[in-house]
């Protein structure tokens, strides 16, 4: 002890150890006020004057009574307001009904004919200023198809005898009635656009999901960005799953006309990501001290110049921008036999796609015996299974030809495919595999005959679902590279073309760090590219690496989510599970709007799995009532997995993206179908 106290001497500063000791006291200090404190007794609690009943009584009336006044001052300002302004200028057109009205005239050879339209005339200069007004108002014609008005002016000259008047206005009409028989079509006035921008900092080609999805990431990291979208559609940007799922169950015909629908849980959404009120007006982009979005509608880019950072309308406008992006998207494959069918047949046919497609098509629907649907992929099975709940009622008839021999065939394994169609089947639609298309005609009752390789159907229309094409029209105009196997314009892992000018959504062939280059045609990867090119045009110099994933519904009780190359050609396994009521599209929205869905773990734990393995698409099970109710398959590319589908699992798409990123090679992919808990 004292070596150690030795040696602190002899290291411590000499002020320090002059320093007094100082004792920390234990008593706890009472405050002053604490000491006069004395604990009050009964006695000195106040006695209320009134009982609190009657007082709340009276206070209630008070409160009553202002809130009484408060309602009247509001209602009366209400109406006096009312009675001001005019919240609504237009007049209401549709109250008023216009005809054209045509004097019935009978002239006879010895000039004592008679108007038959006036009845009995007793004083003849009465009736020659009848006659003439009659004649006035004759030549007032209206187009209420293109709503303008023709008026022409008739003068007739003053007699005093009855039948000269008669004889002029006869004479007068009928010149009138020969000049606007003779006169030319009225030239329906060109479509004027409103002036663009001259420059923007950031120019975004087309109006979809990739779009709008880029314009969050942007504003995002630039909240003060200015953002132009240009789109040829009537629209601002809006969601496409919908127009082959939700929409075609809604009964509401004002919701559809509006593109409202409900969500399999029951709660309504609009197809528009934001209302047009959300977009910044265009003519006031570049004012705008806080930035915006806005969107110049019916409008066409056909050419970019890269150089000097130009994009070229199609009416002539040209926008310079700092930044651009490209999503033009897809349009629908149109099948051979459309380059020679004639017109009327043409009007038969539907290349579905968009939301006027949605529109048309439904009207169609409406007053049609039958449709016929080509094609077996995506869009044509969400199809069938919606045109088949009216199938059901007995409203109209359904057919689904396609090549293969089932349902999503080319996704999907034999054995899941054969299932498949036995769903849609289920669903009132009449499938017919193994069909392709000779020819179309009209028959003399006025509908389609289609004459497949197997037989001959005879419906009202058609509906075309072959898939799409990427959209890169601005390619050649623009020196844009394509790529010759996938289609669609090259990039690179930035999504990046060529300096300051990027690519997003369907039009896209990216390189793939895992699975190689390819192109996308799915929602999700729509959103994915989006928001990596817009936030890449931001500088931030992003990879792709989020394996985006796709889904379809086969109505509200049959889905599944898929991710990677899904290729019905690969060899598969699958490992399957009994379905239970919330193992459906409808029970997993329902249940829960959070992005984990997932079943609880006591029926995970409960449930039975079971293990399909597939060689050459054939599936060998001991259970051959297999319904194949949930489960996963997997498919391989040199014994490692490329791709998932999984069969009524949701919300697992963390997990999927883990294992594919992986890259491994399995002995037992049971063990890895219980990662997903099904």
């Known amino acids: 002890m004292n070596a150690l106290r030795s040696c602190l001497v002899g290291r411590l500063p000499r002020a320090v150890l002059l320093c007094p000791q100082r004792t920390i006291s234990q008593t706890p200090v009472r405050p002053k006020a604490l000491q006069n404190y004395k604990r009050p007794s009964i006695d000195d609690i106040g006695v209320p004057r009134e009982p609190w009943q009657r007082v709340h009584e009276r206070n209630q009336k008070k409160f009553n009574g202002q809130l009484l006044a408060g309602i009247l001052s509001f209602g009366a300002t209400t109406f006096v307001l009312s009675l001001i302004i005019n919240f609504n200028a237009t007049p209401d057109y549709k109250k008023y009904k216009i005809e054209t009205i045509t004097p019935k005239i009978d002239k006879s050879g010895d000039g004592g004919g008679e108007v038959e339209s006036l009845g009995e005339i007793e ?125 075609w169950f809604v009964n509401d015909e004002q919701a559809k006309q509006e593109l409202r629908f409900k969500q399999w849980n029951g709660k309504e959404k609009s197809l528009l990501y934001e209302p047009m009120p959300f977009y910044t007006p265009v003519k006031e982009l570049e004012e705008a001290k806080n930035g915006g979005i806005s969107v110049a509608t019916g409008r066409r880019v056909v050419k970019i110049d890269a150089t000097n950072q130009v994009a070229h309308l199609e009416d002539g406008a040209k926008v310079k921008y700092e930044k651009c992006l490209l999503a033009t998207g897809g349009k629908p494959k149109a099948p051979s036999f459309m380059t020679s069918a004639s017109d009327d047949v043409k009007d038969k046919i539907t290349l579905f796609r968009s939301a006027n497609d949605f529109l048309k098509l439904d009207e169609i629907i409406n007053n049609s015996k039958s449709v016929t649907i080509l094609g077996g992929g995506f869009l044509g099975s969400e199809l069938a299974c919606a045109f088949g709940q009216r199938s059901k009622l007995g409203e109209i008839e359904v057919y689904q030809a396609y090549q293969e021999n089932g349902n999503m065939a080319k996704v999907l394994p034999e054995y899941l495919s054969e299932w498949t169609t036995s769903k849609v089947q289920s669903e009132g639609v009449k499938t017919l595999p193994n069909s392709s298309i000779k020819s179309i005609k009209k028959n003399e009752n006025g509908r389609l005959s289609v004459d497949l390789s197997n037989q001959v159907v005879e419906t009202d229309h058609v509906v075309v679902a072959y898939g799409i094409i990427p959209d890169s029209s601005l390619a050649e105009a623009s020196g844009i590279s394509v790529d010759k196997e996938h289609g669609g314009f090259l990039v690179n892992e930035q999504f990046e073309a060529c300096p300051n000018l990027w690519v997003a959504g369907d039009a896209a062939a990216f390189l793939d760090p895992q699975l190689g280059r390819r192109r996308v045609e799915h929602h999700d990867h729509a959103i994915v590219s989006g928001r990596l090119a817009g936030e890449n045009m931001t500088g931030a110099d992003k990879s792709y690496s989020h394996q985006s994933m796709f889904w379809s519904d086969l109505g509200p009780d049959v889905g599944y989510e898929a991710i990677g190359i899904c290729d019905s050609k690969l060899p598969t396994v699958g490992v399957f599970a009994k379905a239970t009521e919330t193992d459906t599209p409808r029970a997993v929205v329902t249940e829960s709007n959070e992005p984990d869905r997932s079943k609880s773990e006591e029926k995970a734990a409960d449930t039975s799995v079971k293990s399909t393995t597939i060689n050459n698409n054939t599936a060998t099970s001991s259970d051959e009532s297999q319904d194949y109710g949930k489960g996963i398959i997997f498919y391989l590319r040199e014994e490692k997995i490329v791709g998932m589908v999984l069969w009524n699992v949701f919300n697992r798409m963390n997990i999927a993206r883990r294992v594919l990123k992986e890259g491994k090679s399995y002995d037992d992919l049971t063990e890895v179908a219980k990662l997903f808990n099904i």
């Open 123 to 247: 004083d003849e200069s009465a009736g020659a200023a009848l006659i003439e007004e009659i004649a006035v108002e004759s030549i007032e014609t209206v187009e209420t198809a293109e709503t303008v008005e023709v008026t022409e002016t008739v003068e007739i000259a003053e007699t005093s005898e009855t039948p000269a008047v008669e004889e002029t206005v006869v004479e007068n009409v009928t010149e009138e009635i020969k000049e606007e028989e003779s006169a030319p079509a009225p030239e329906i006035p060109a479509k004027i656009f409103e002036p663009l921008p001259e420059s923007v900092p950031y120019l975004l080609v087309g109006a979809g999901t990739a779009s709008f999805a880029a314009c969050r990431a942007i504003k995002a990291s630039d909240p003060t960005a200015k953002i132009l979208i240009i789109g040829e559609e009537e629209r601002p940007p809006y969601m496409r799953p919908p127009l082959s799922k939700e929409l």
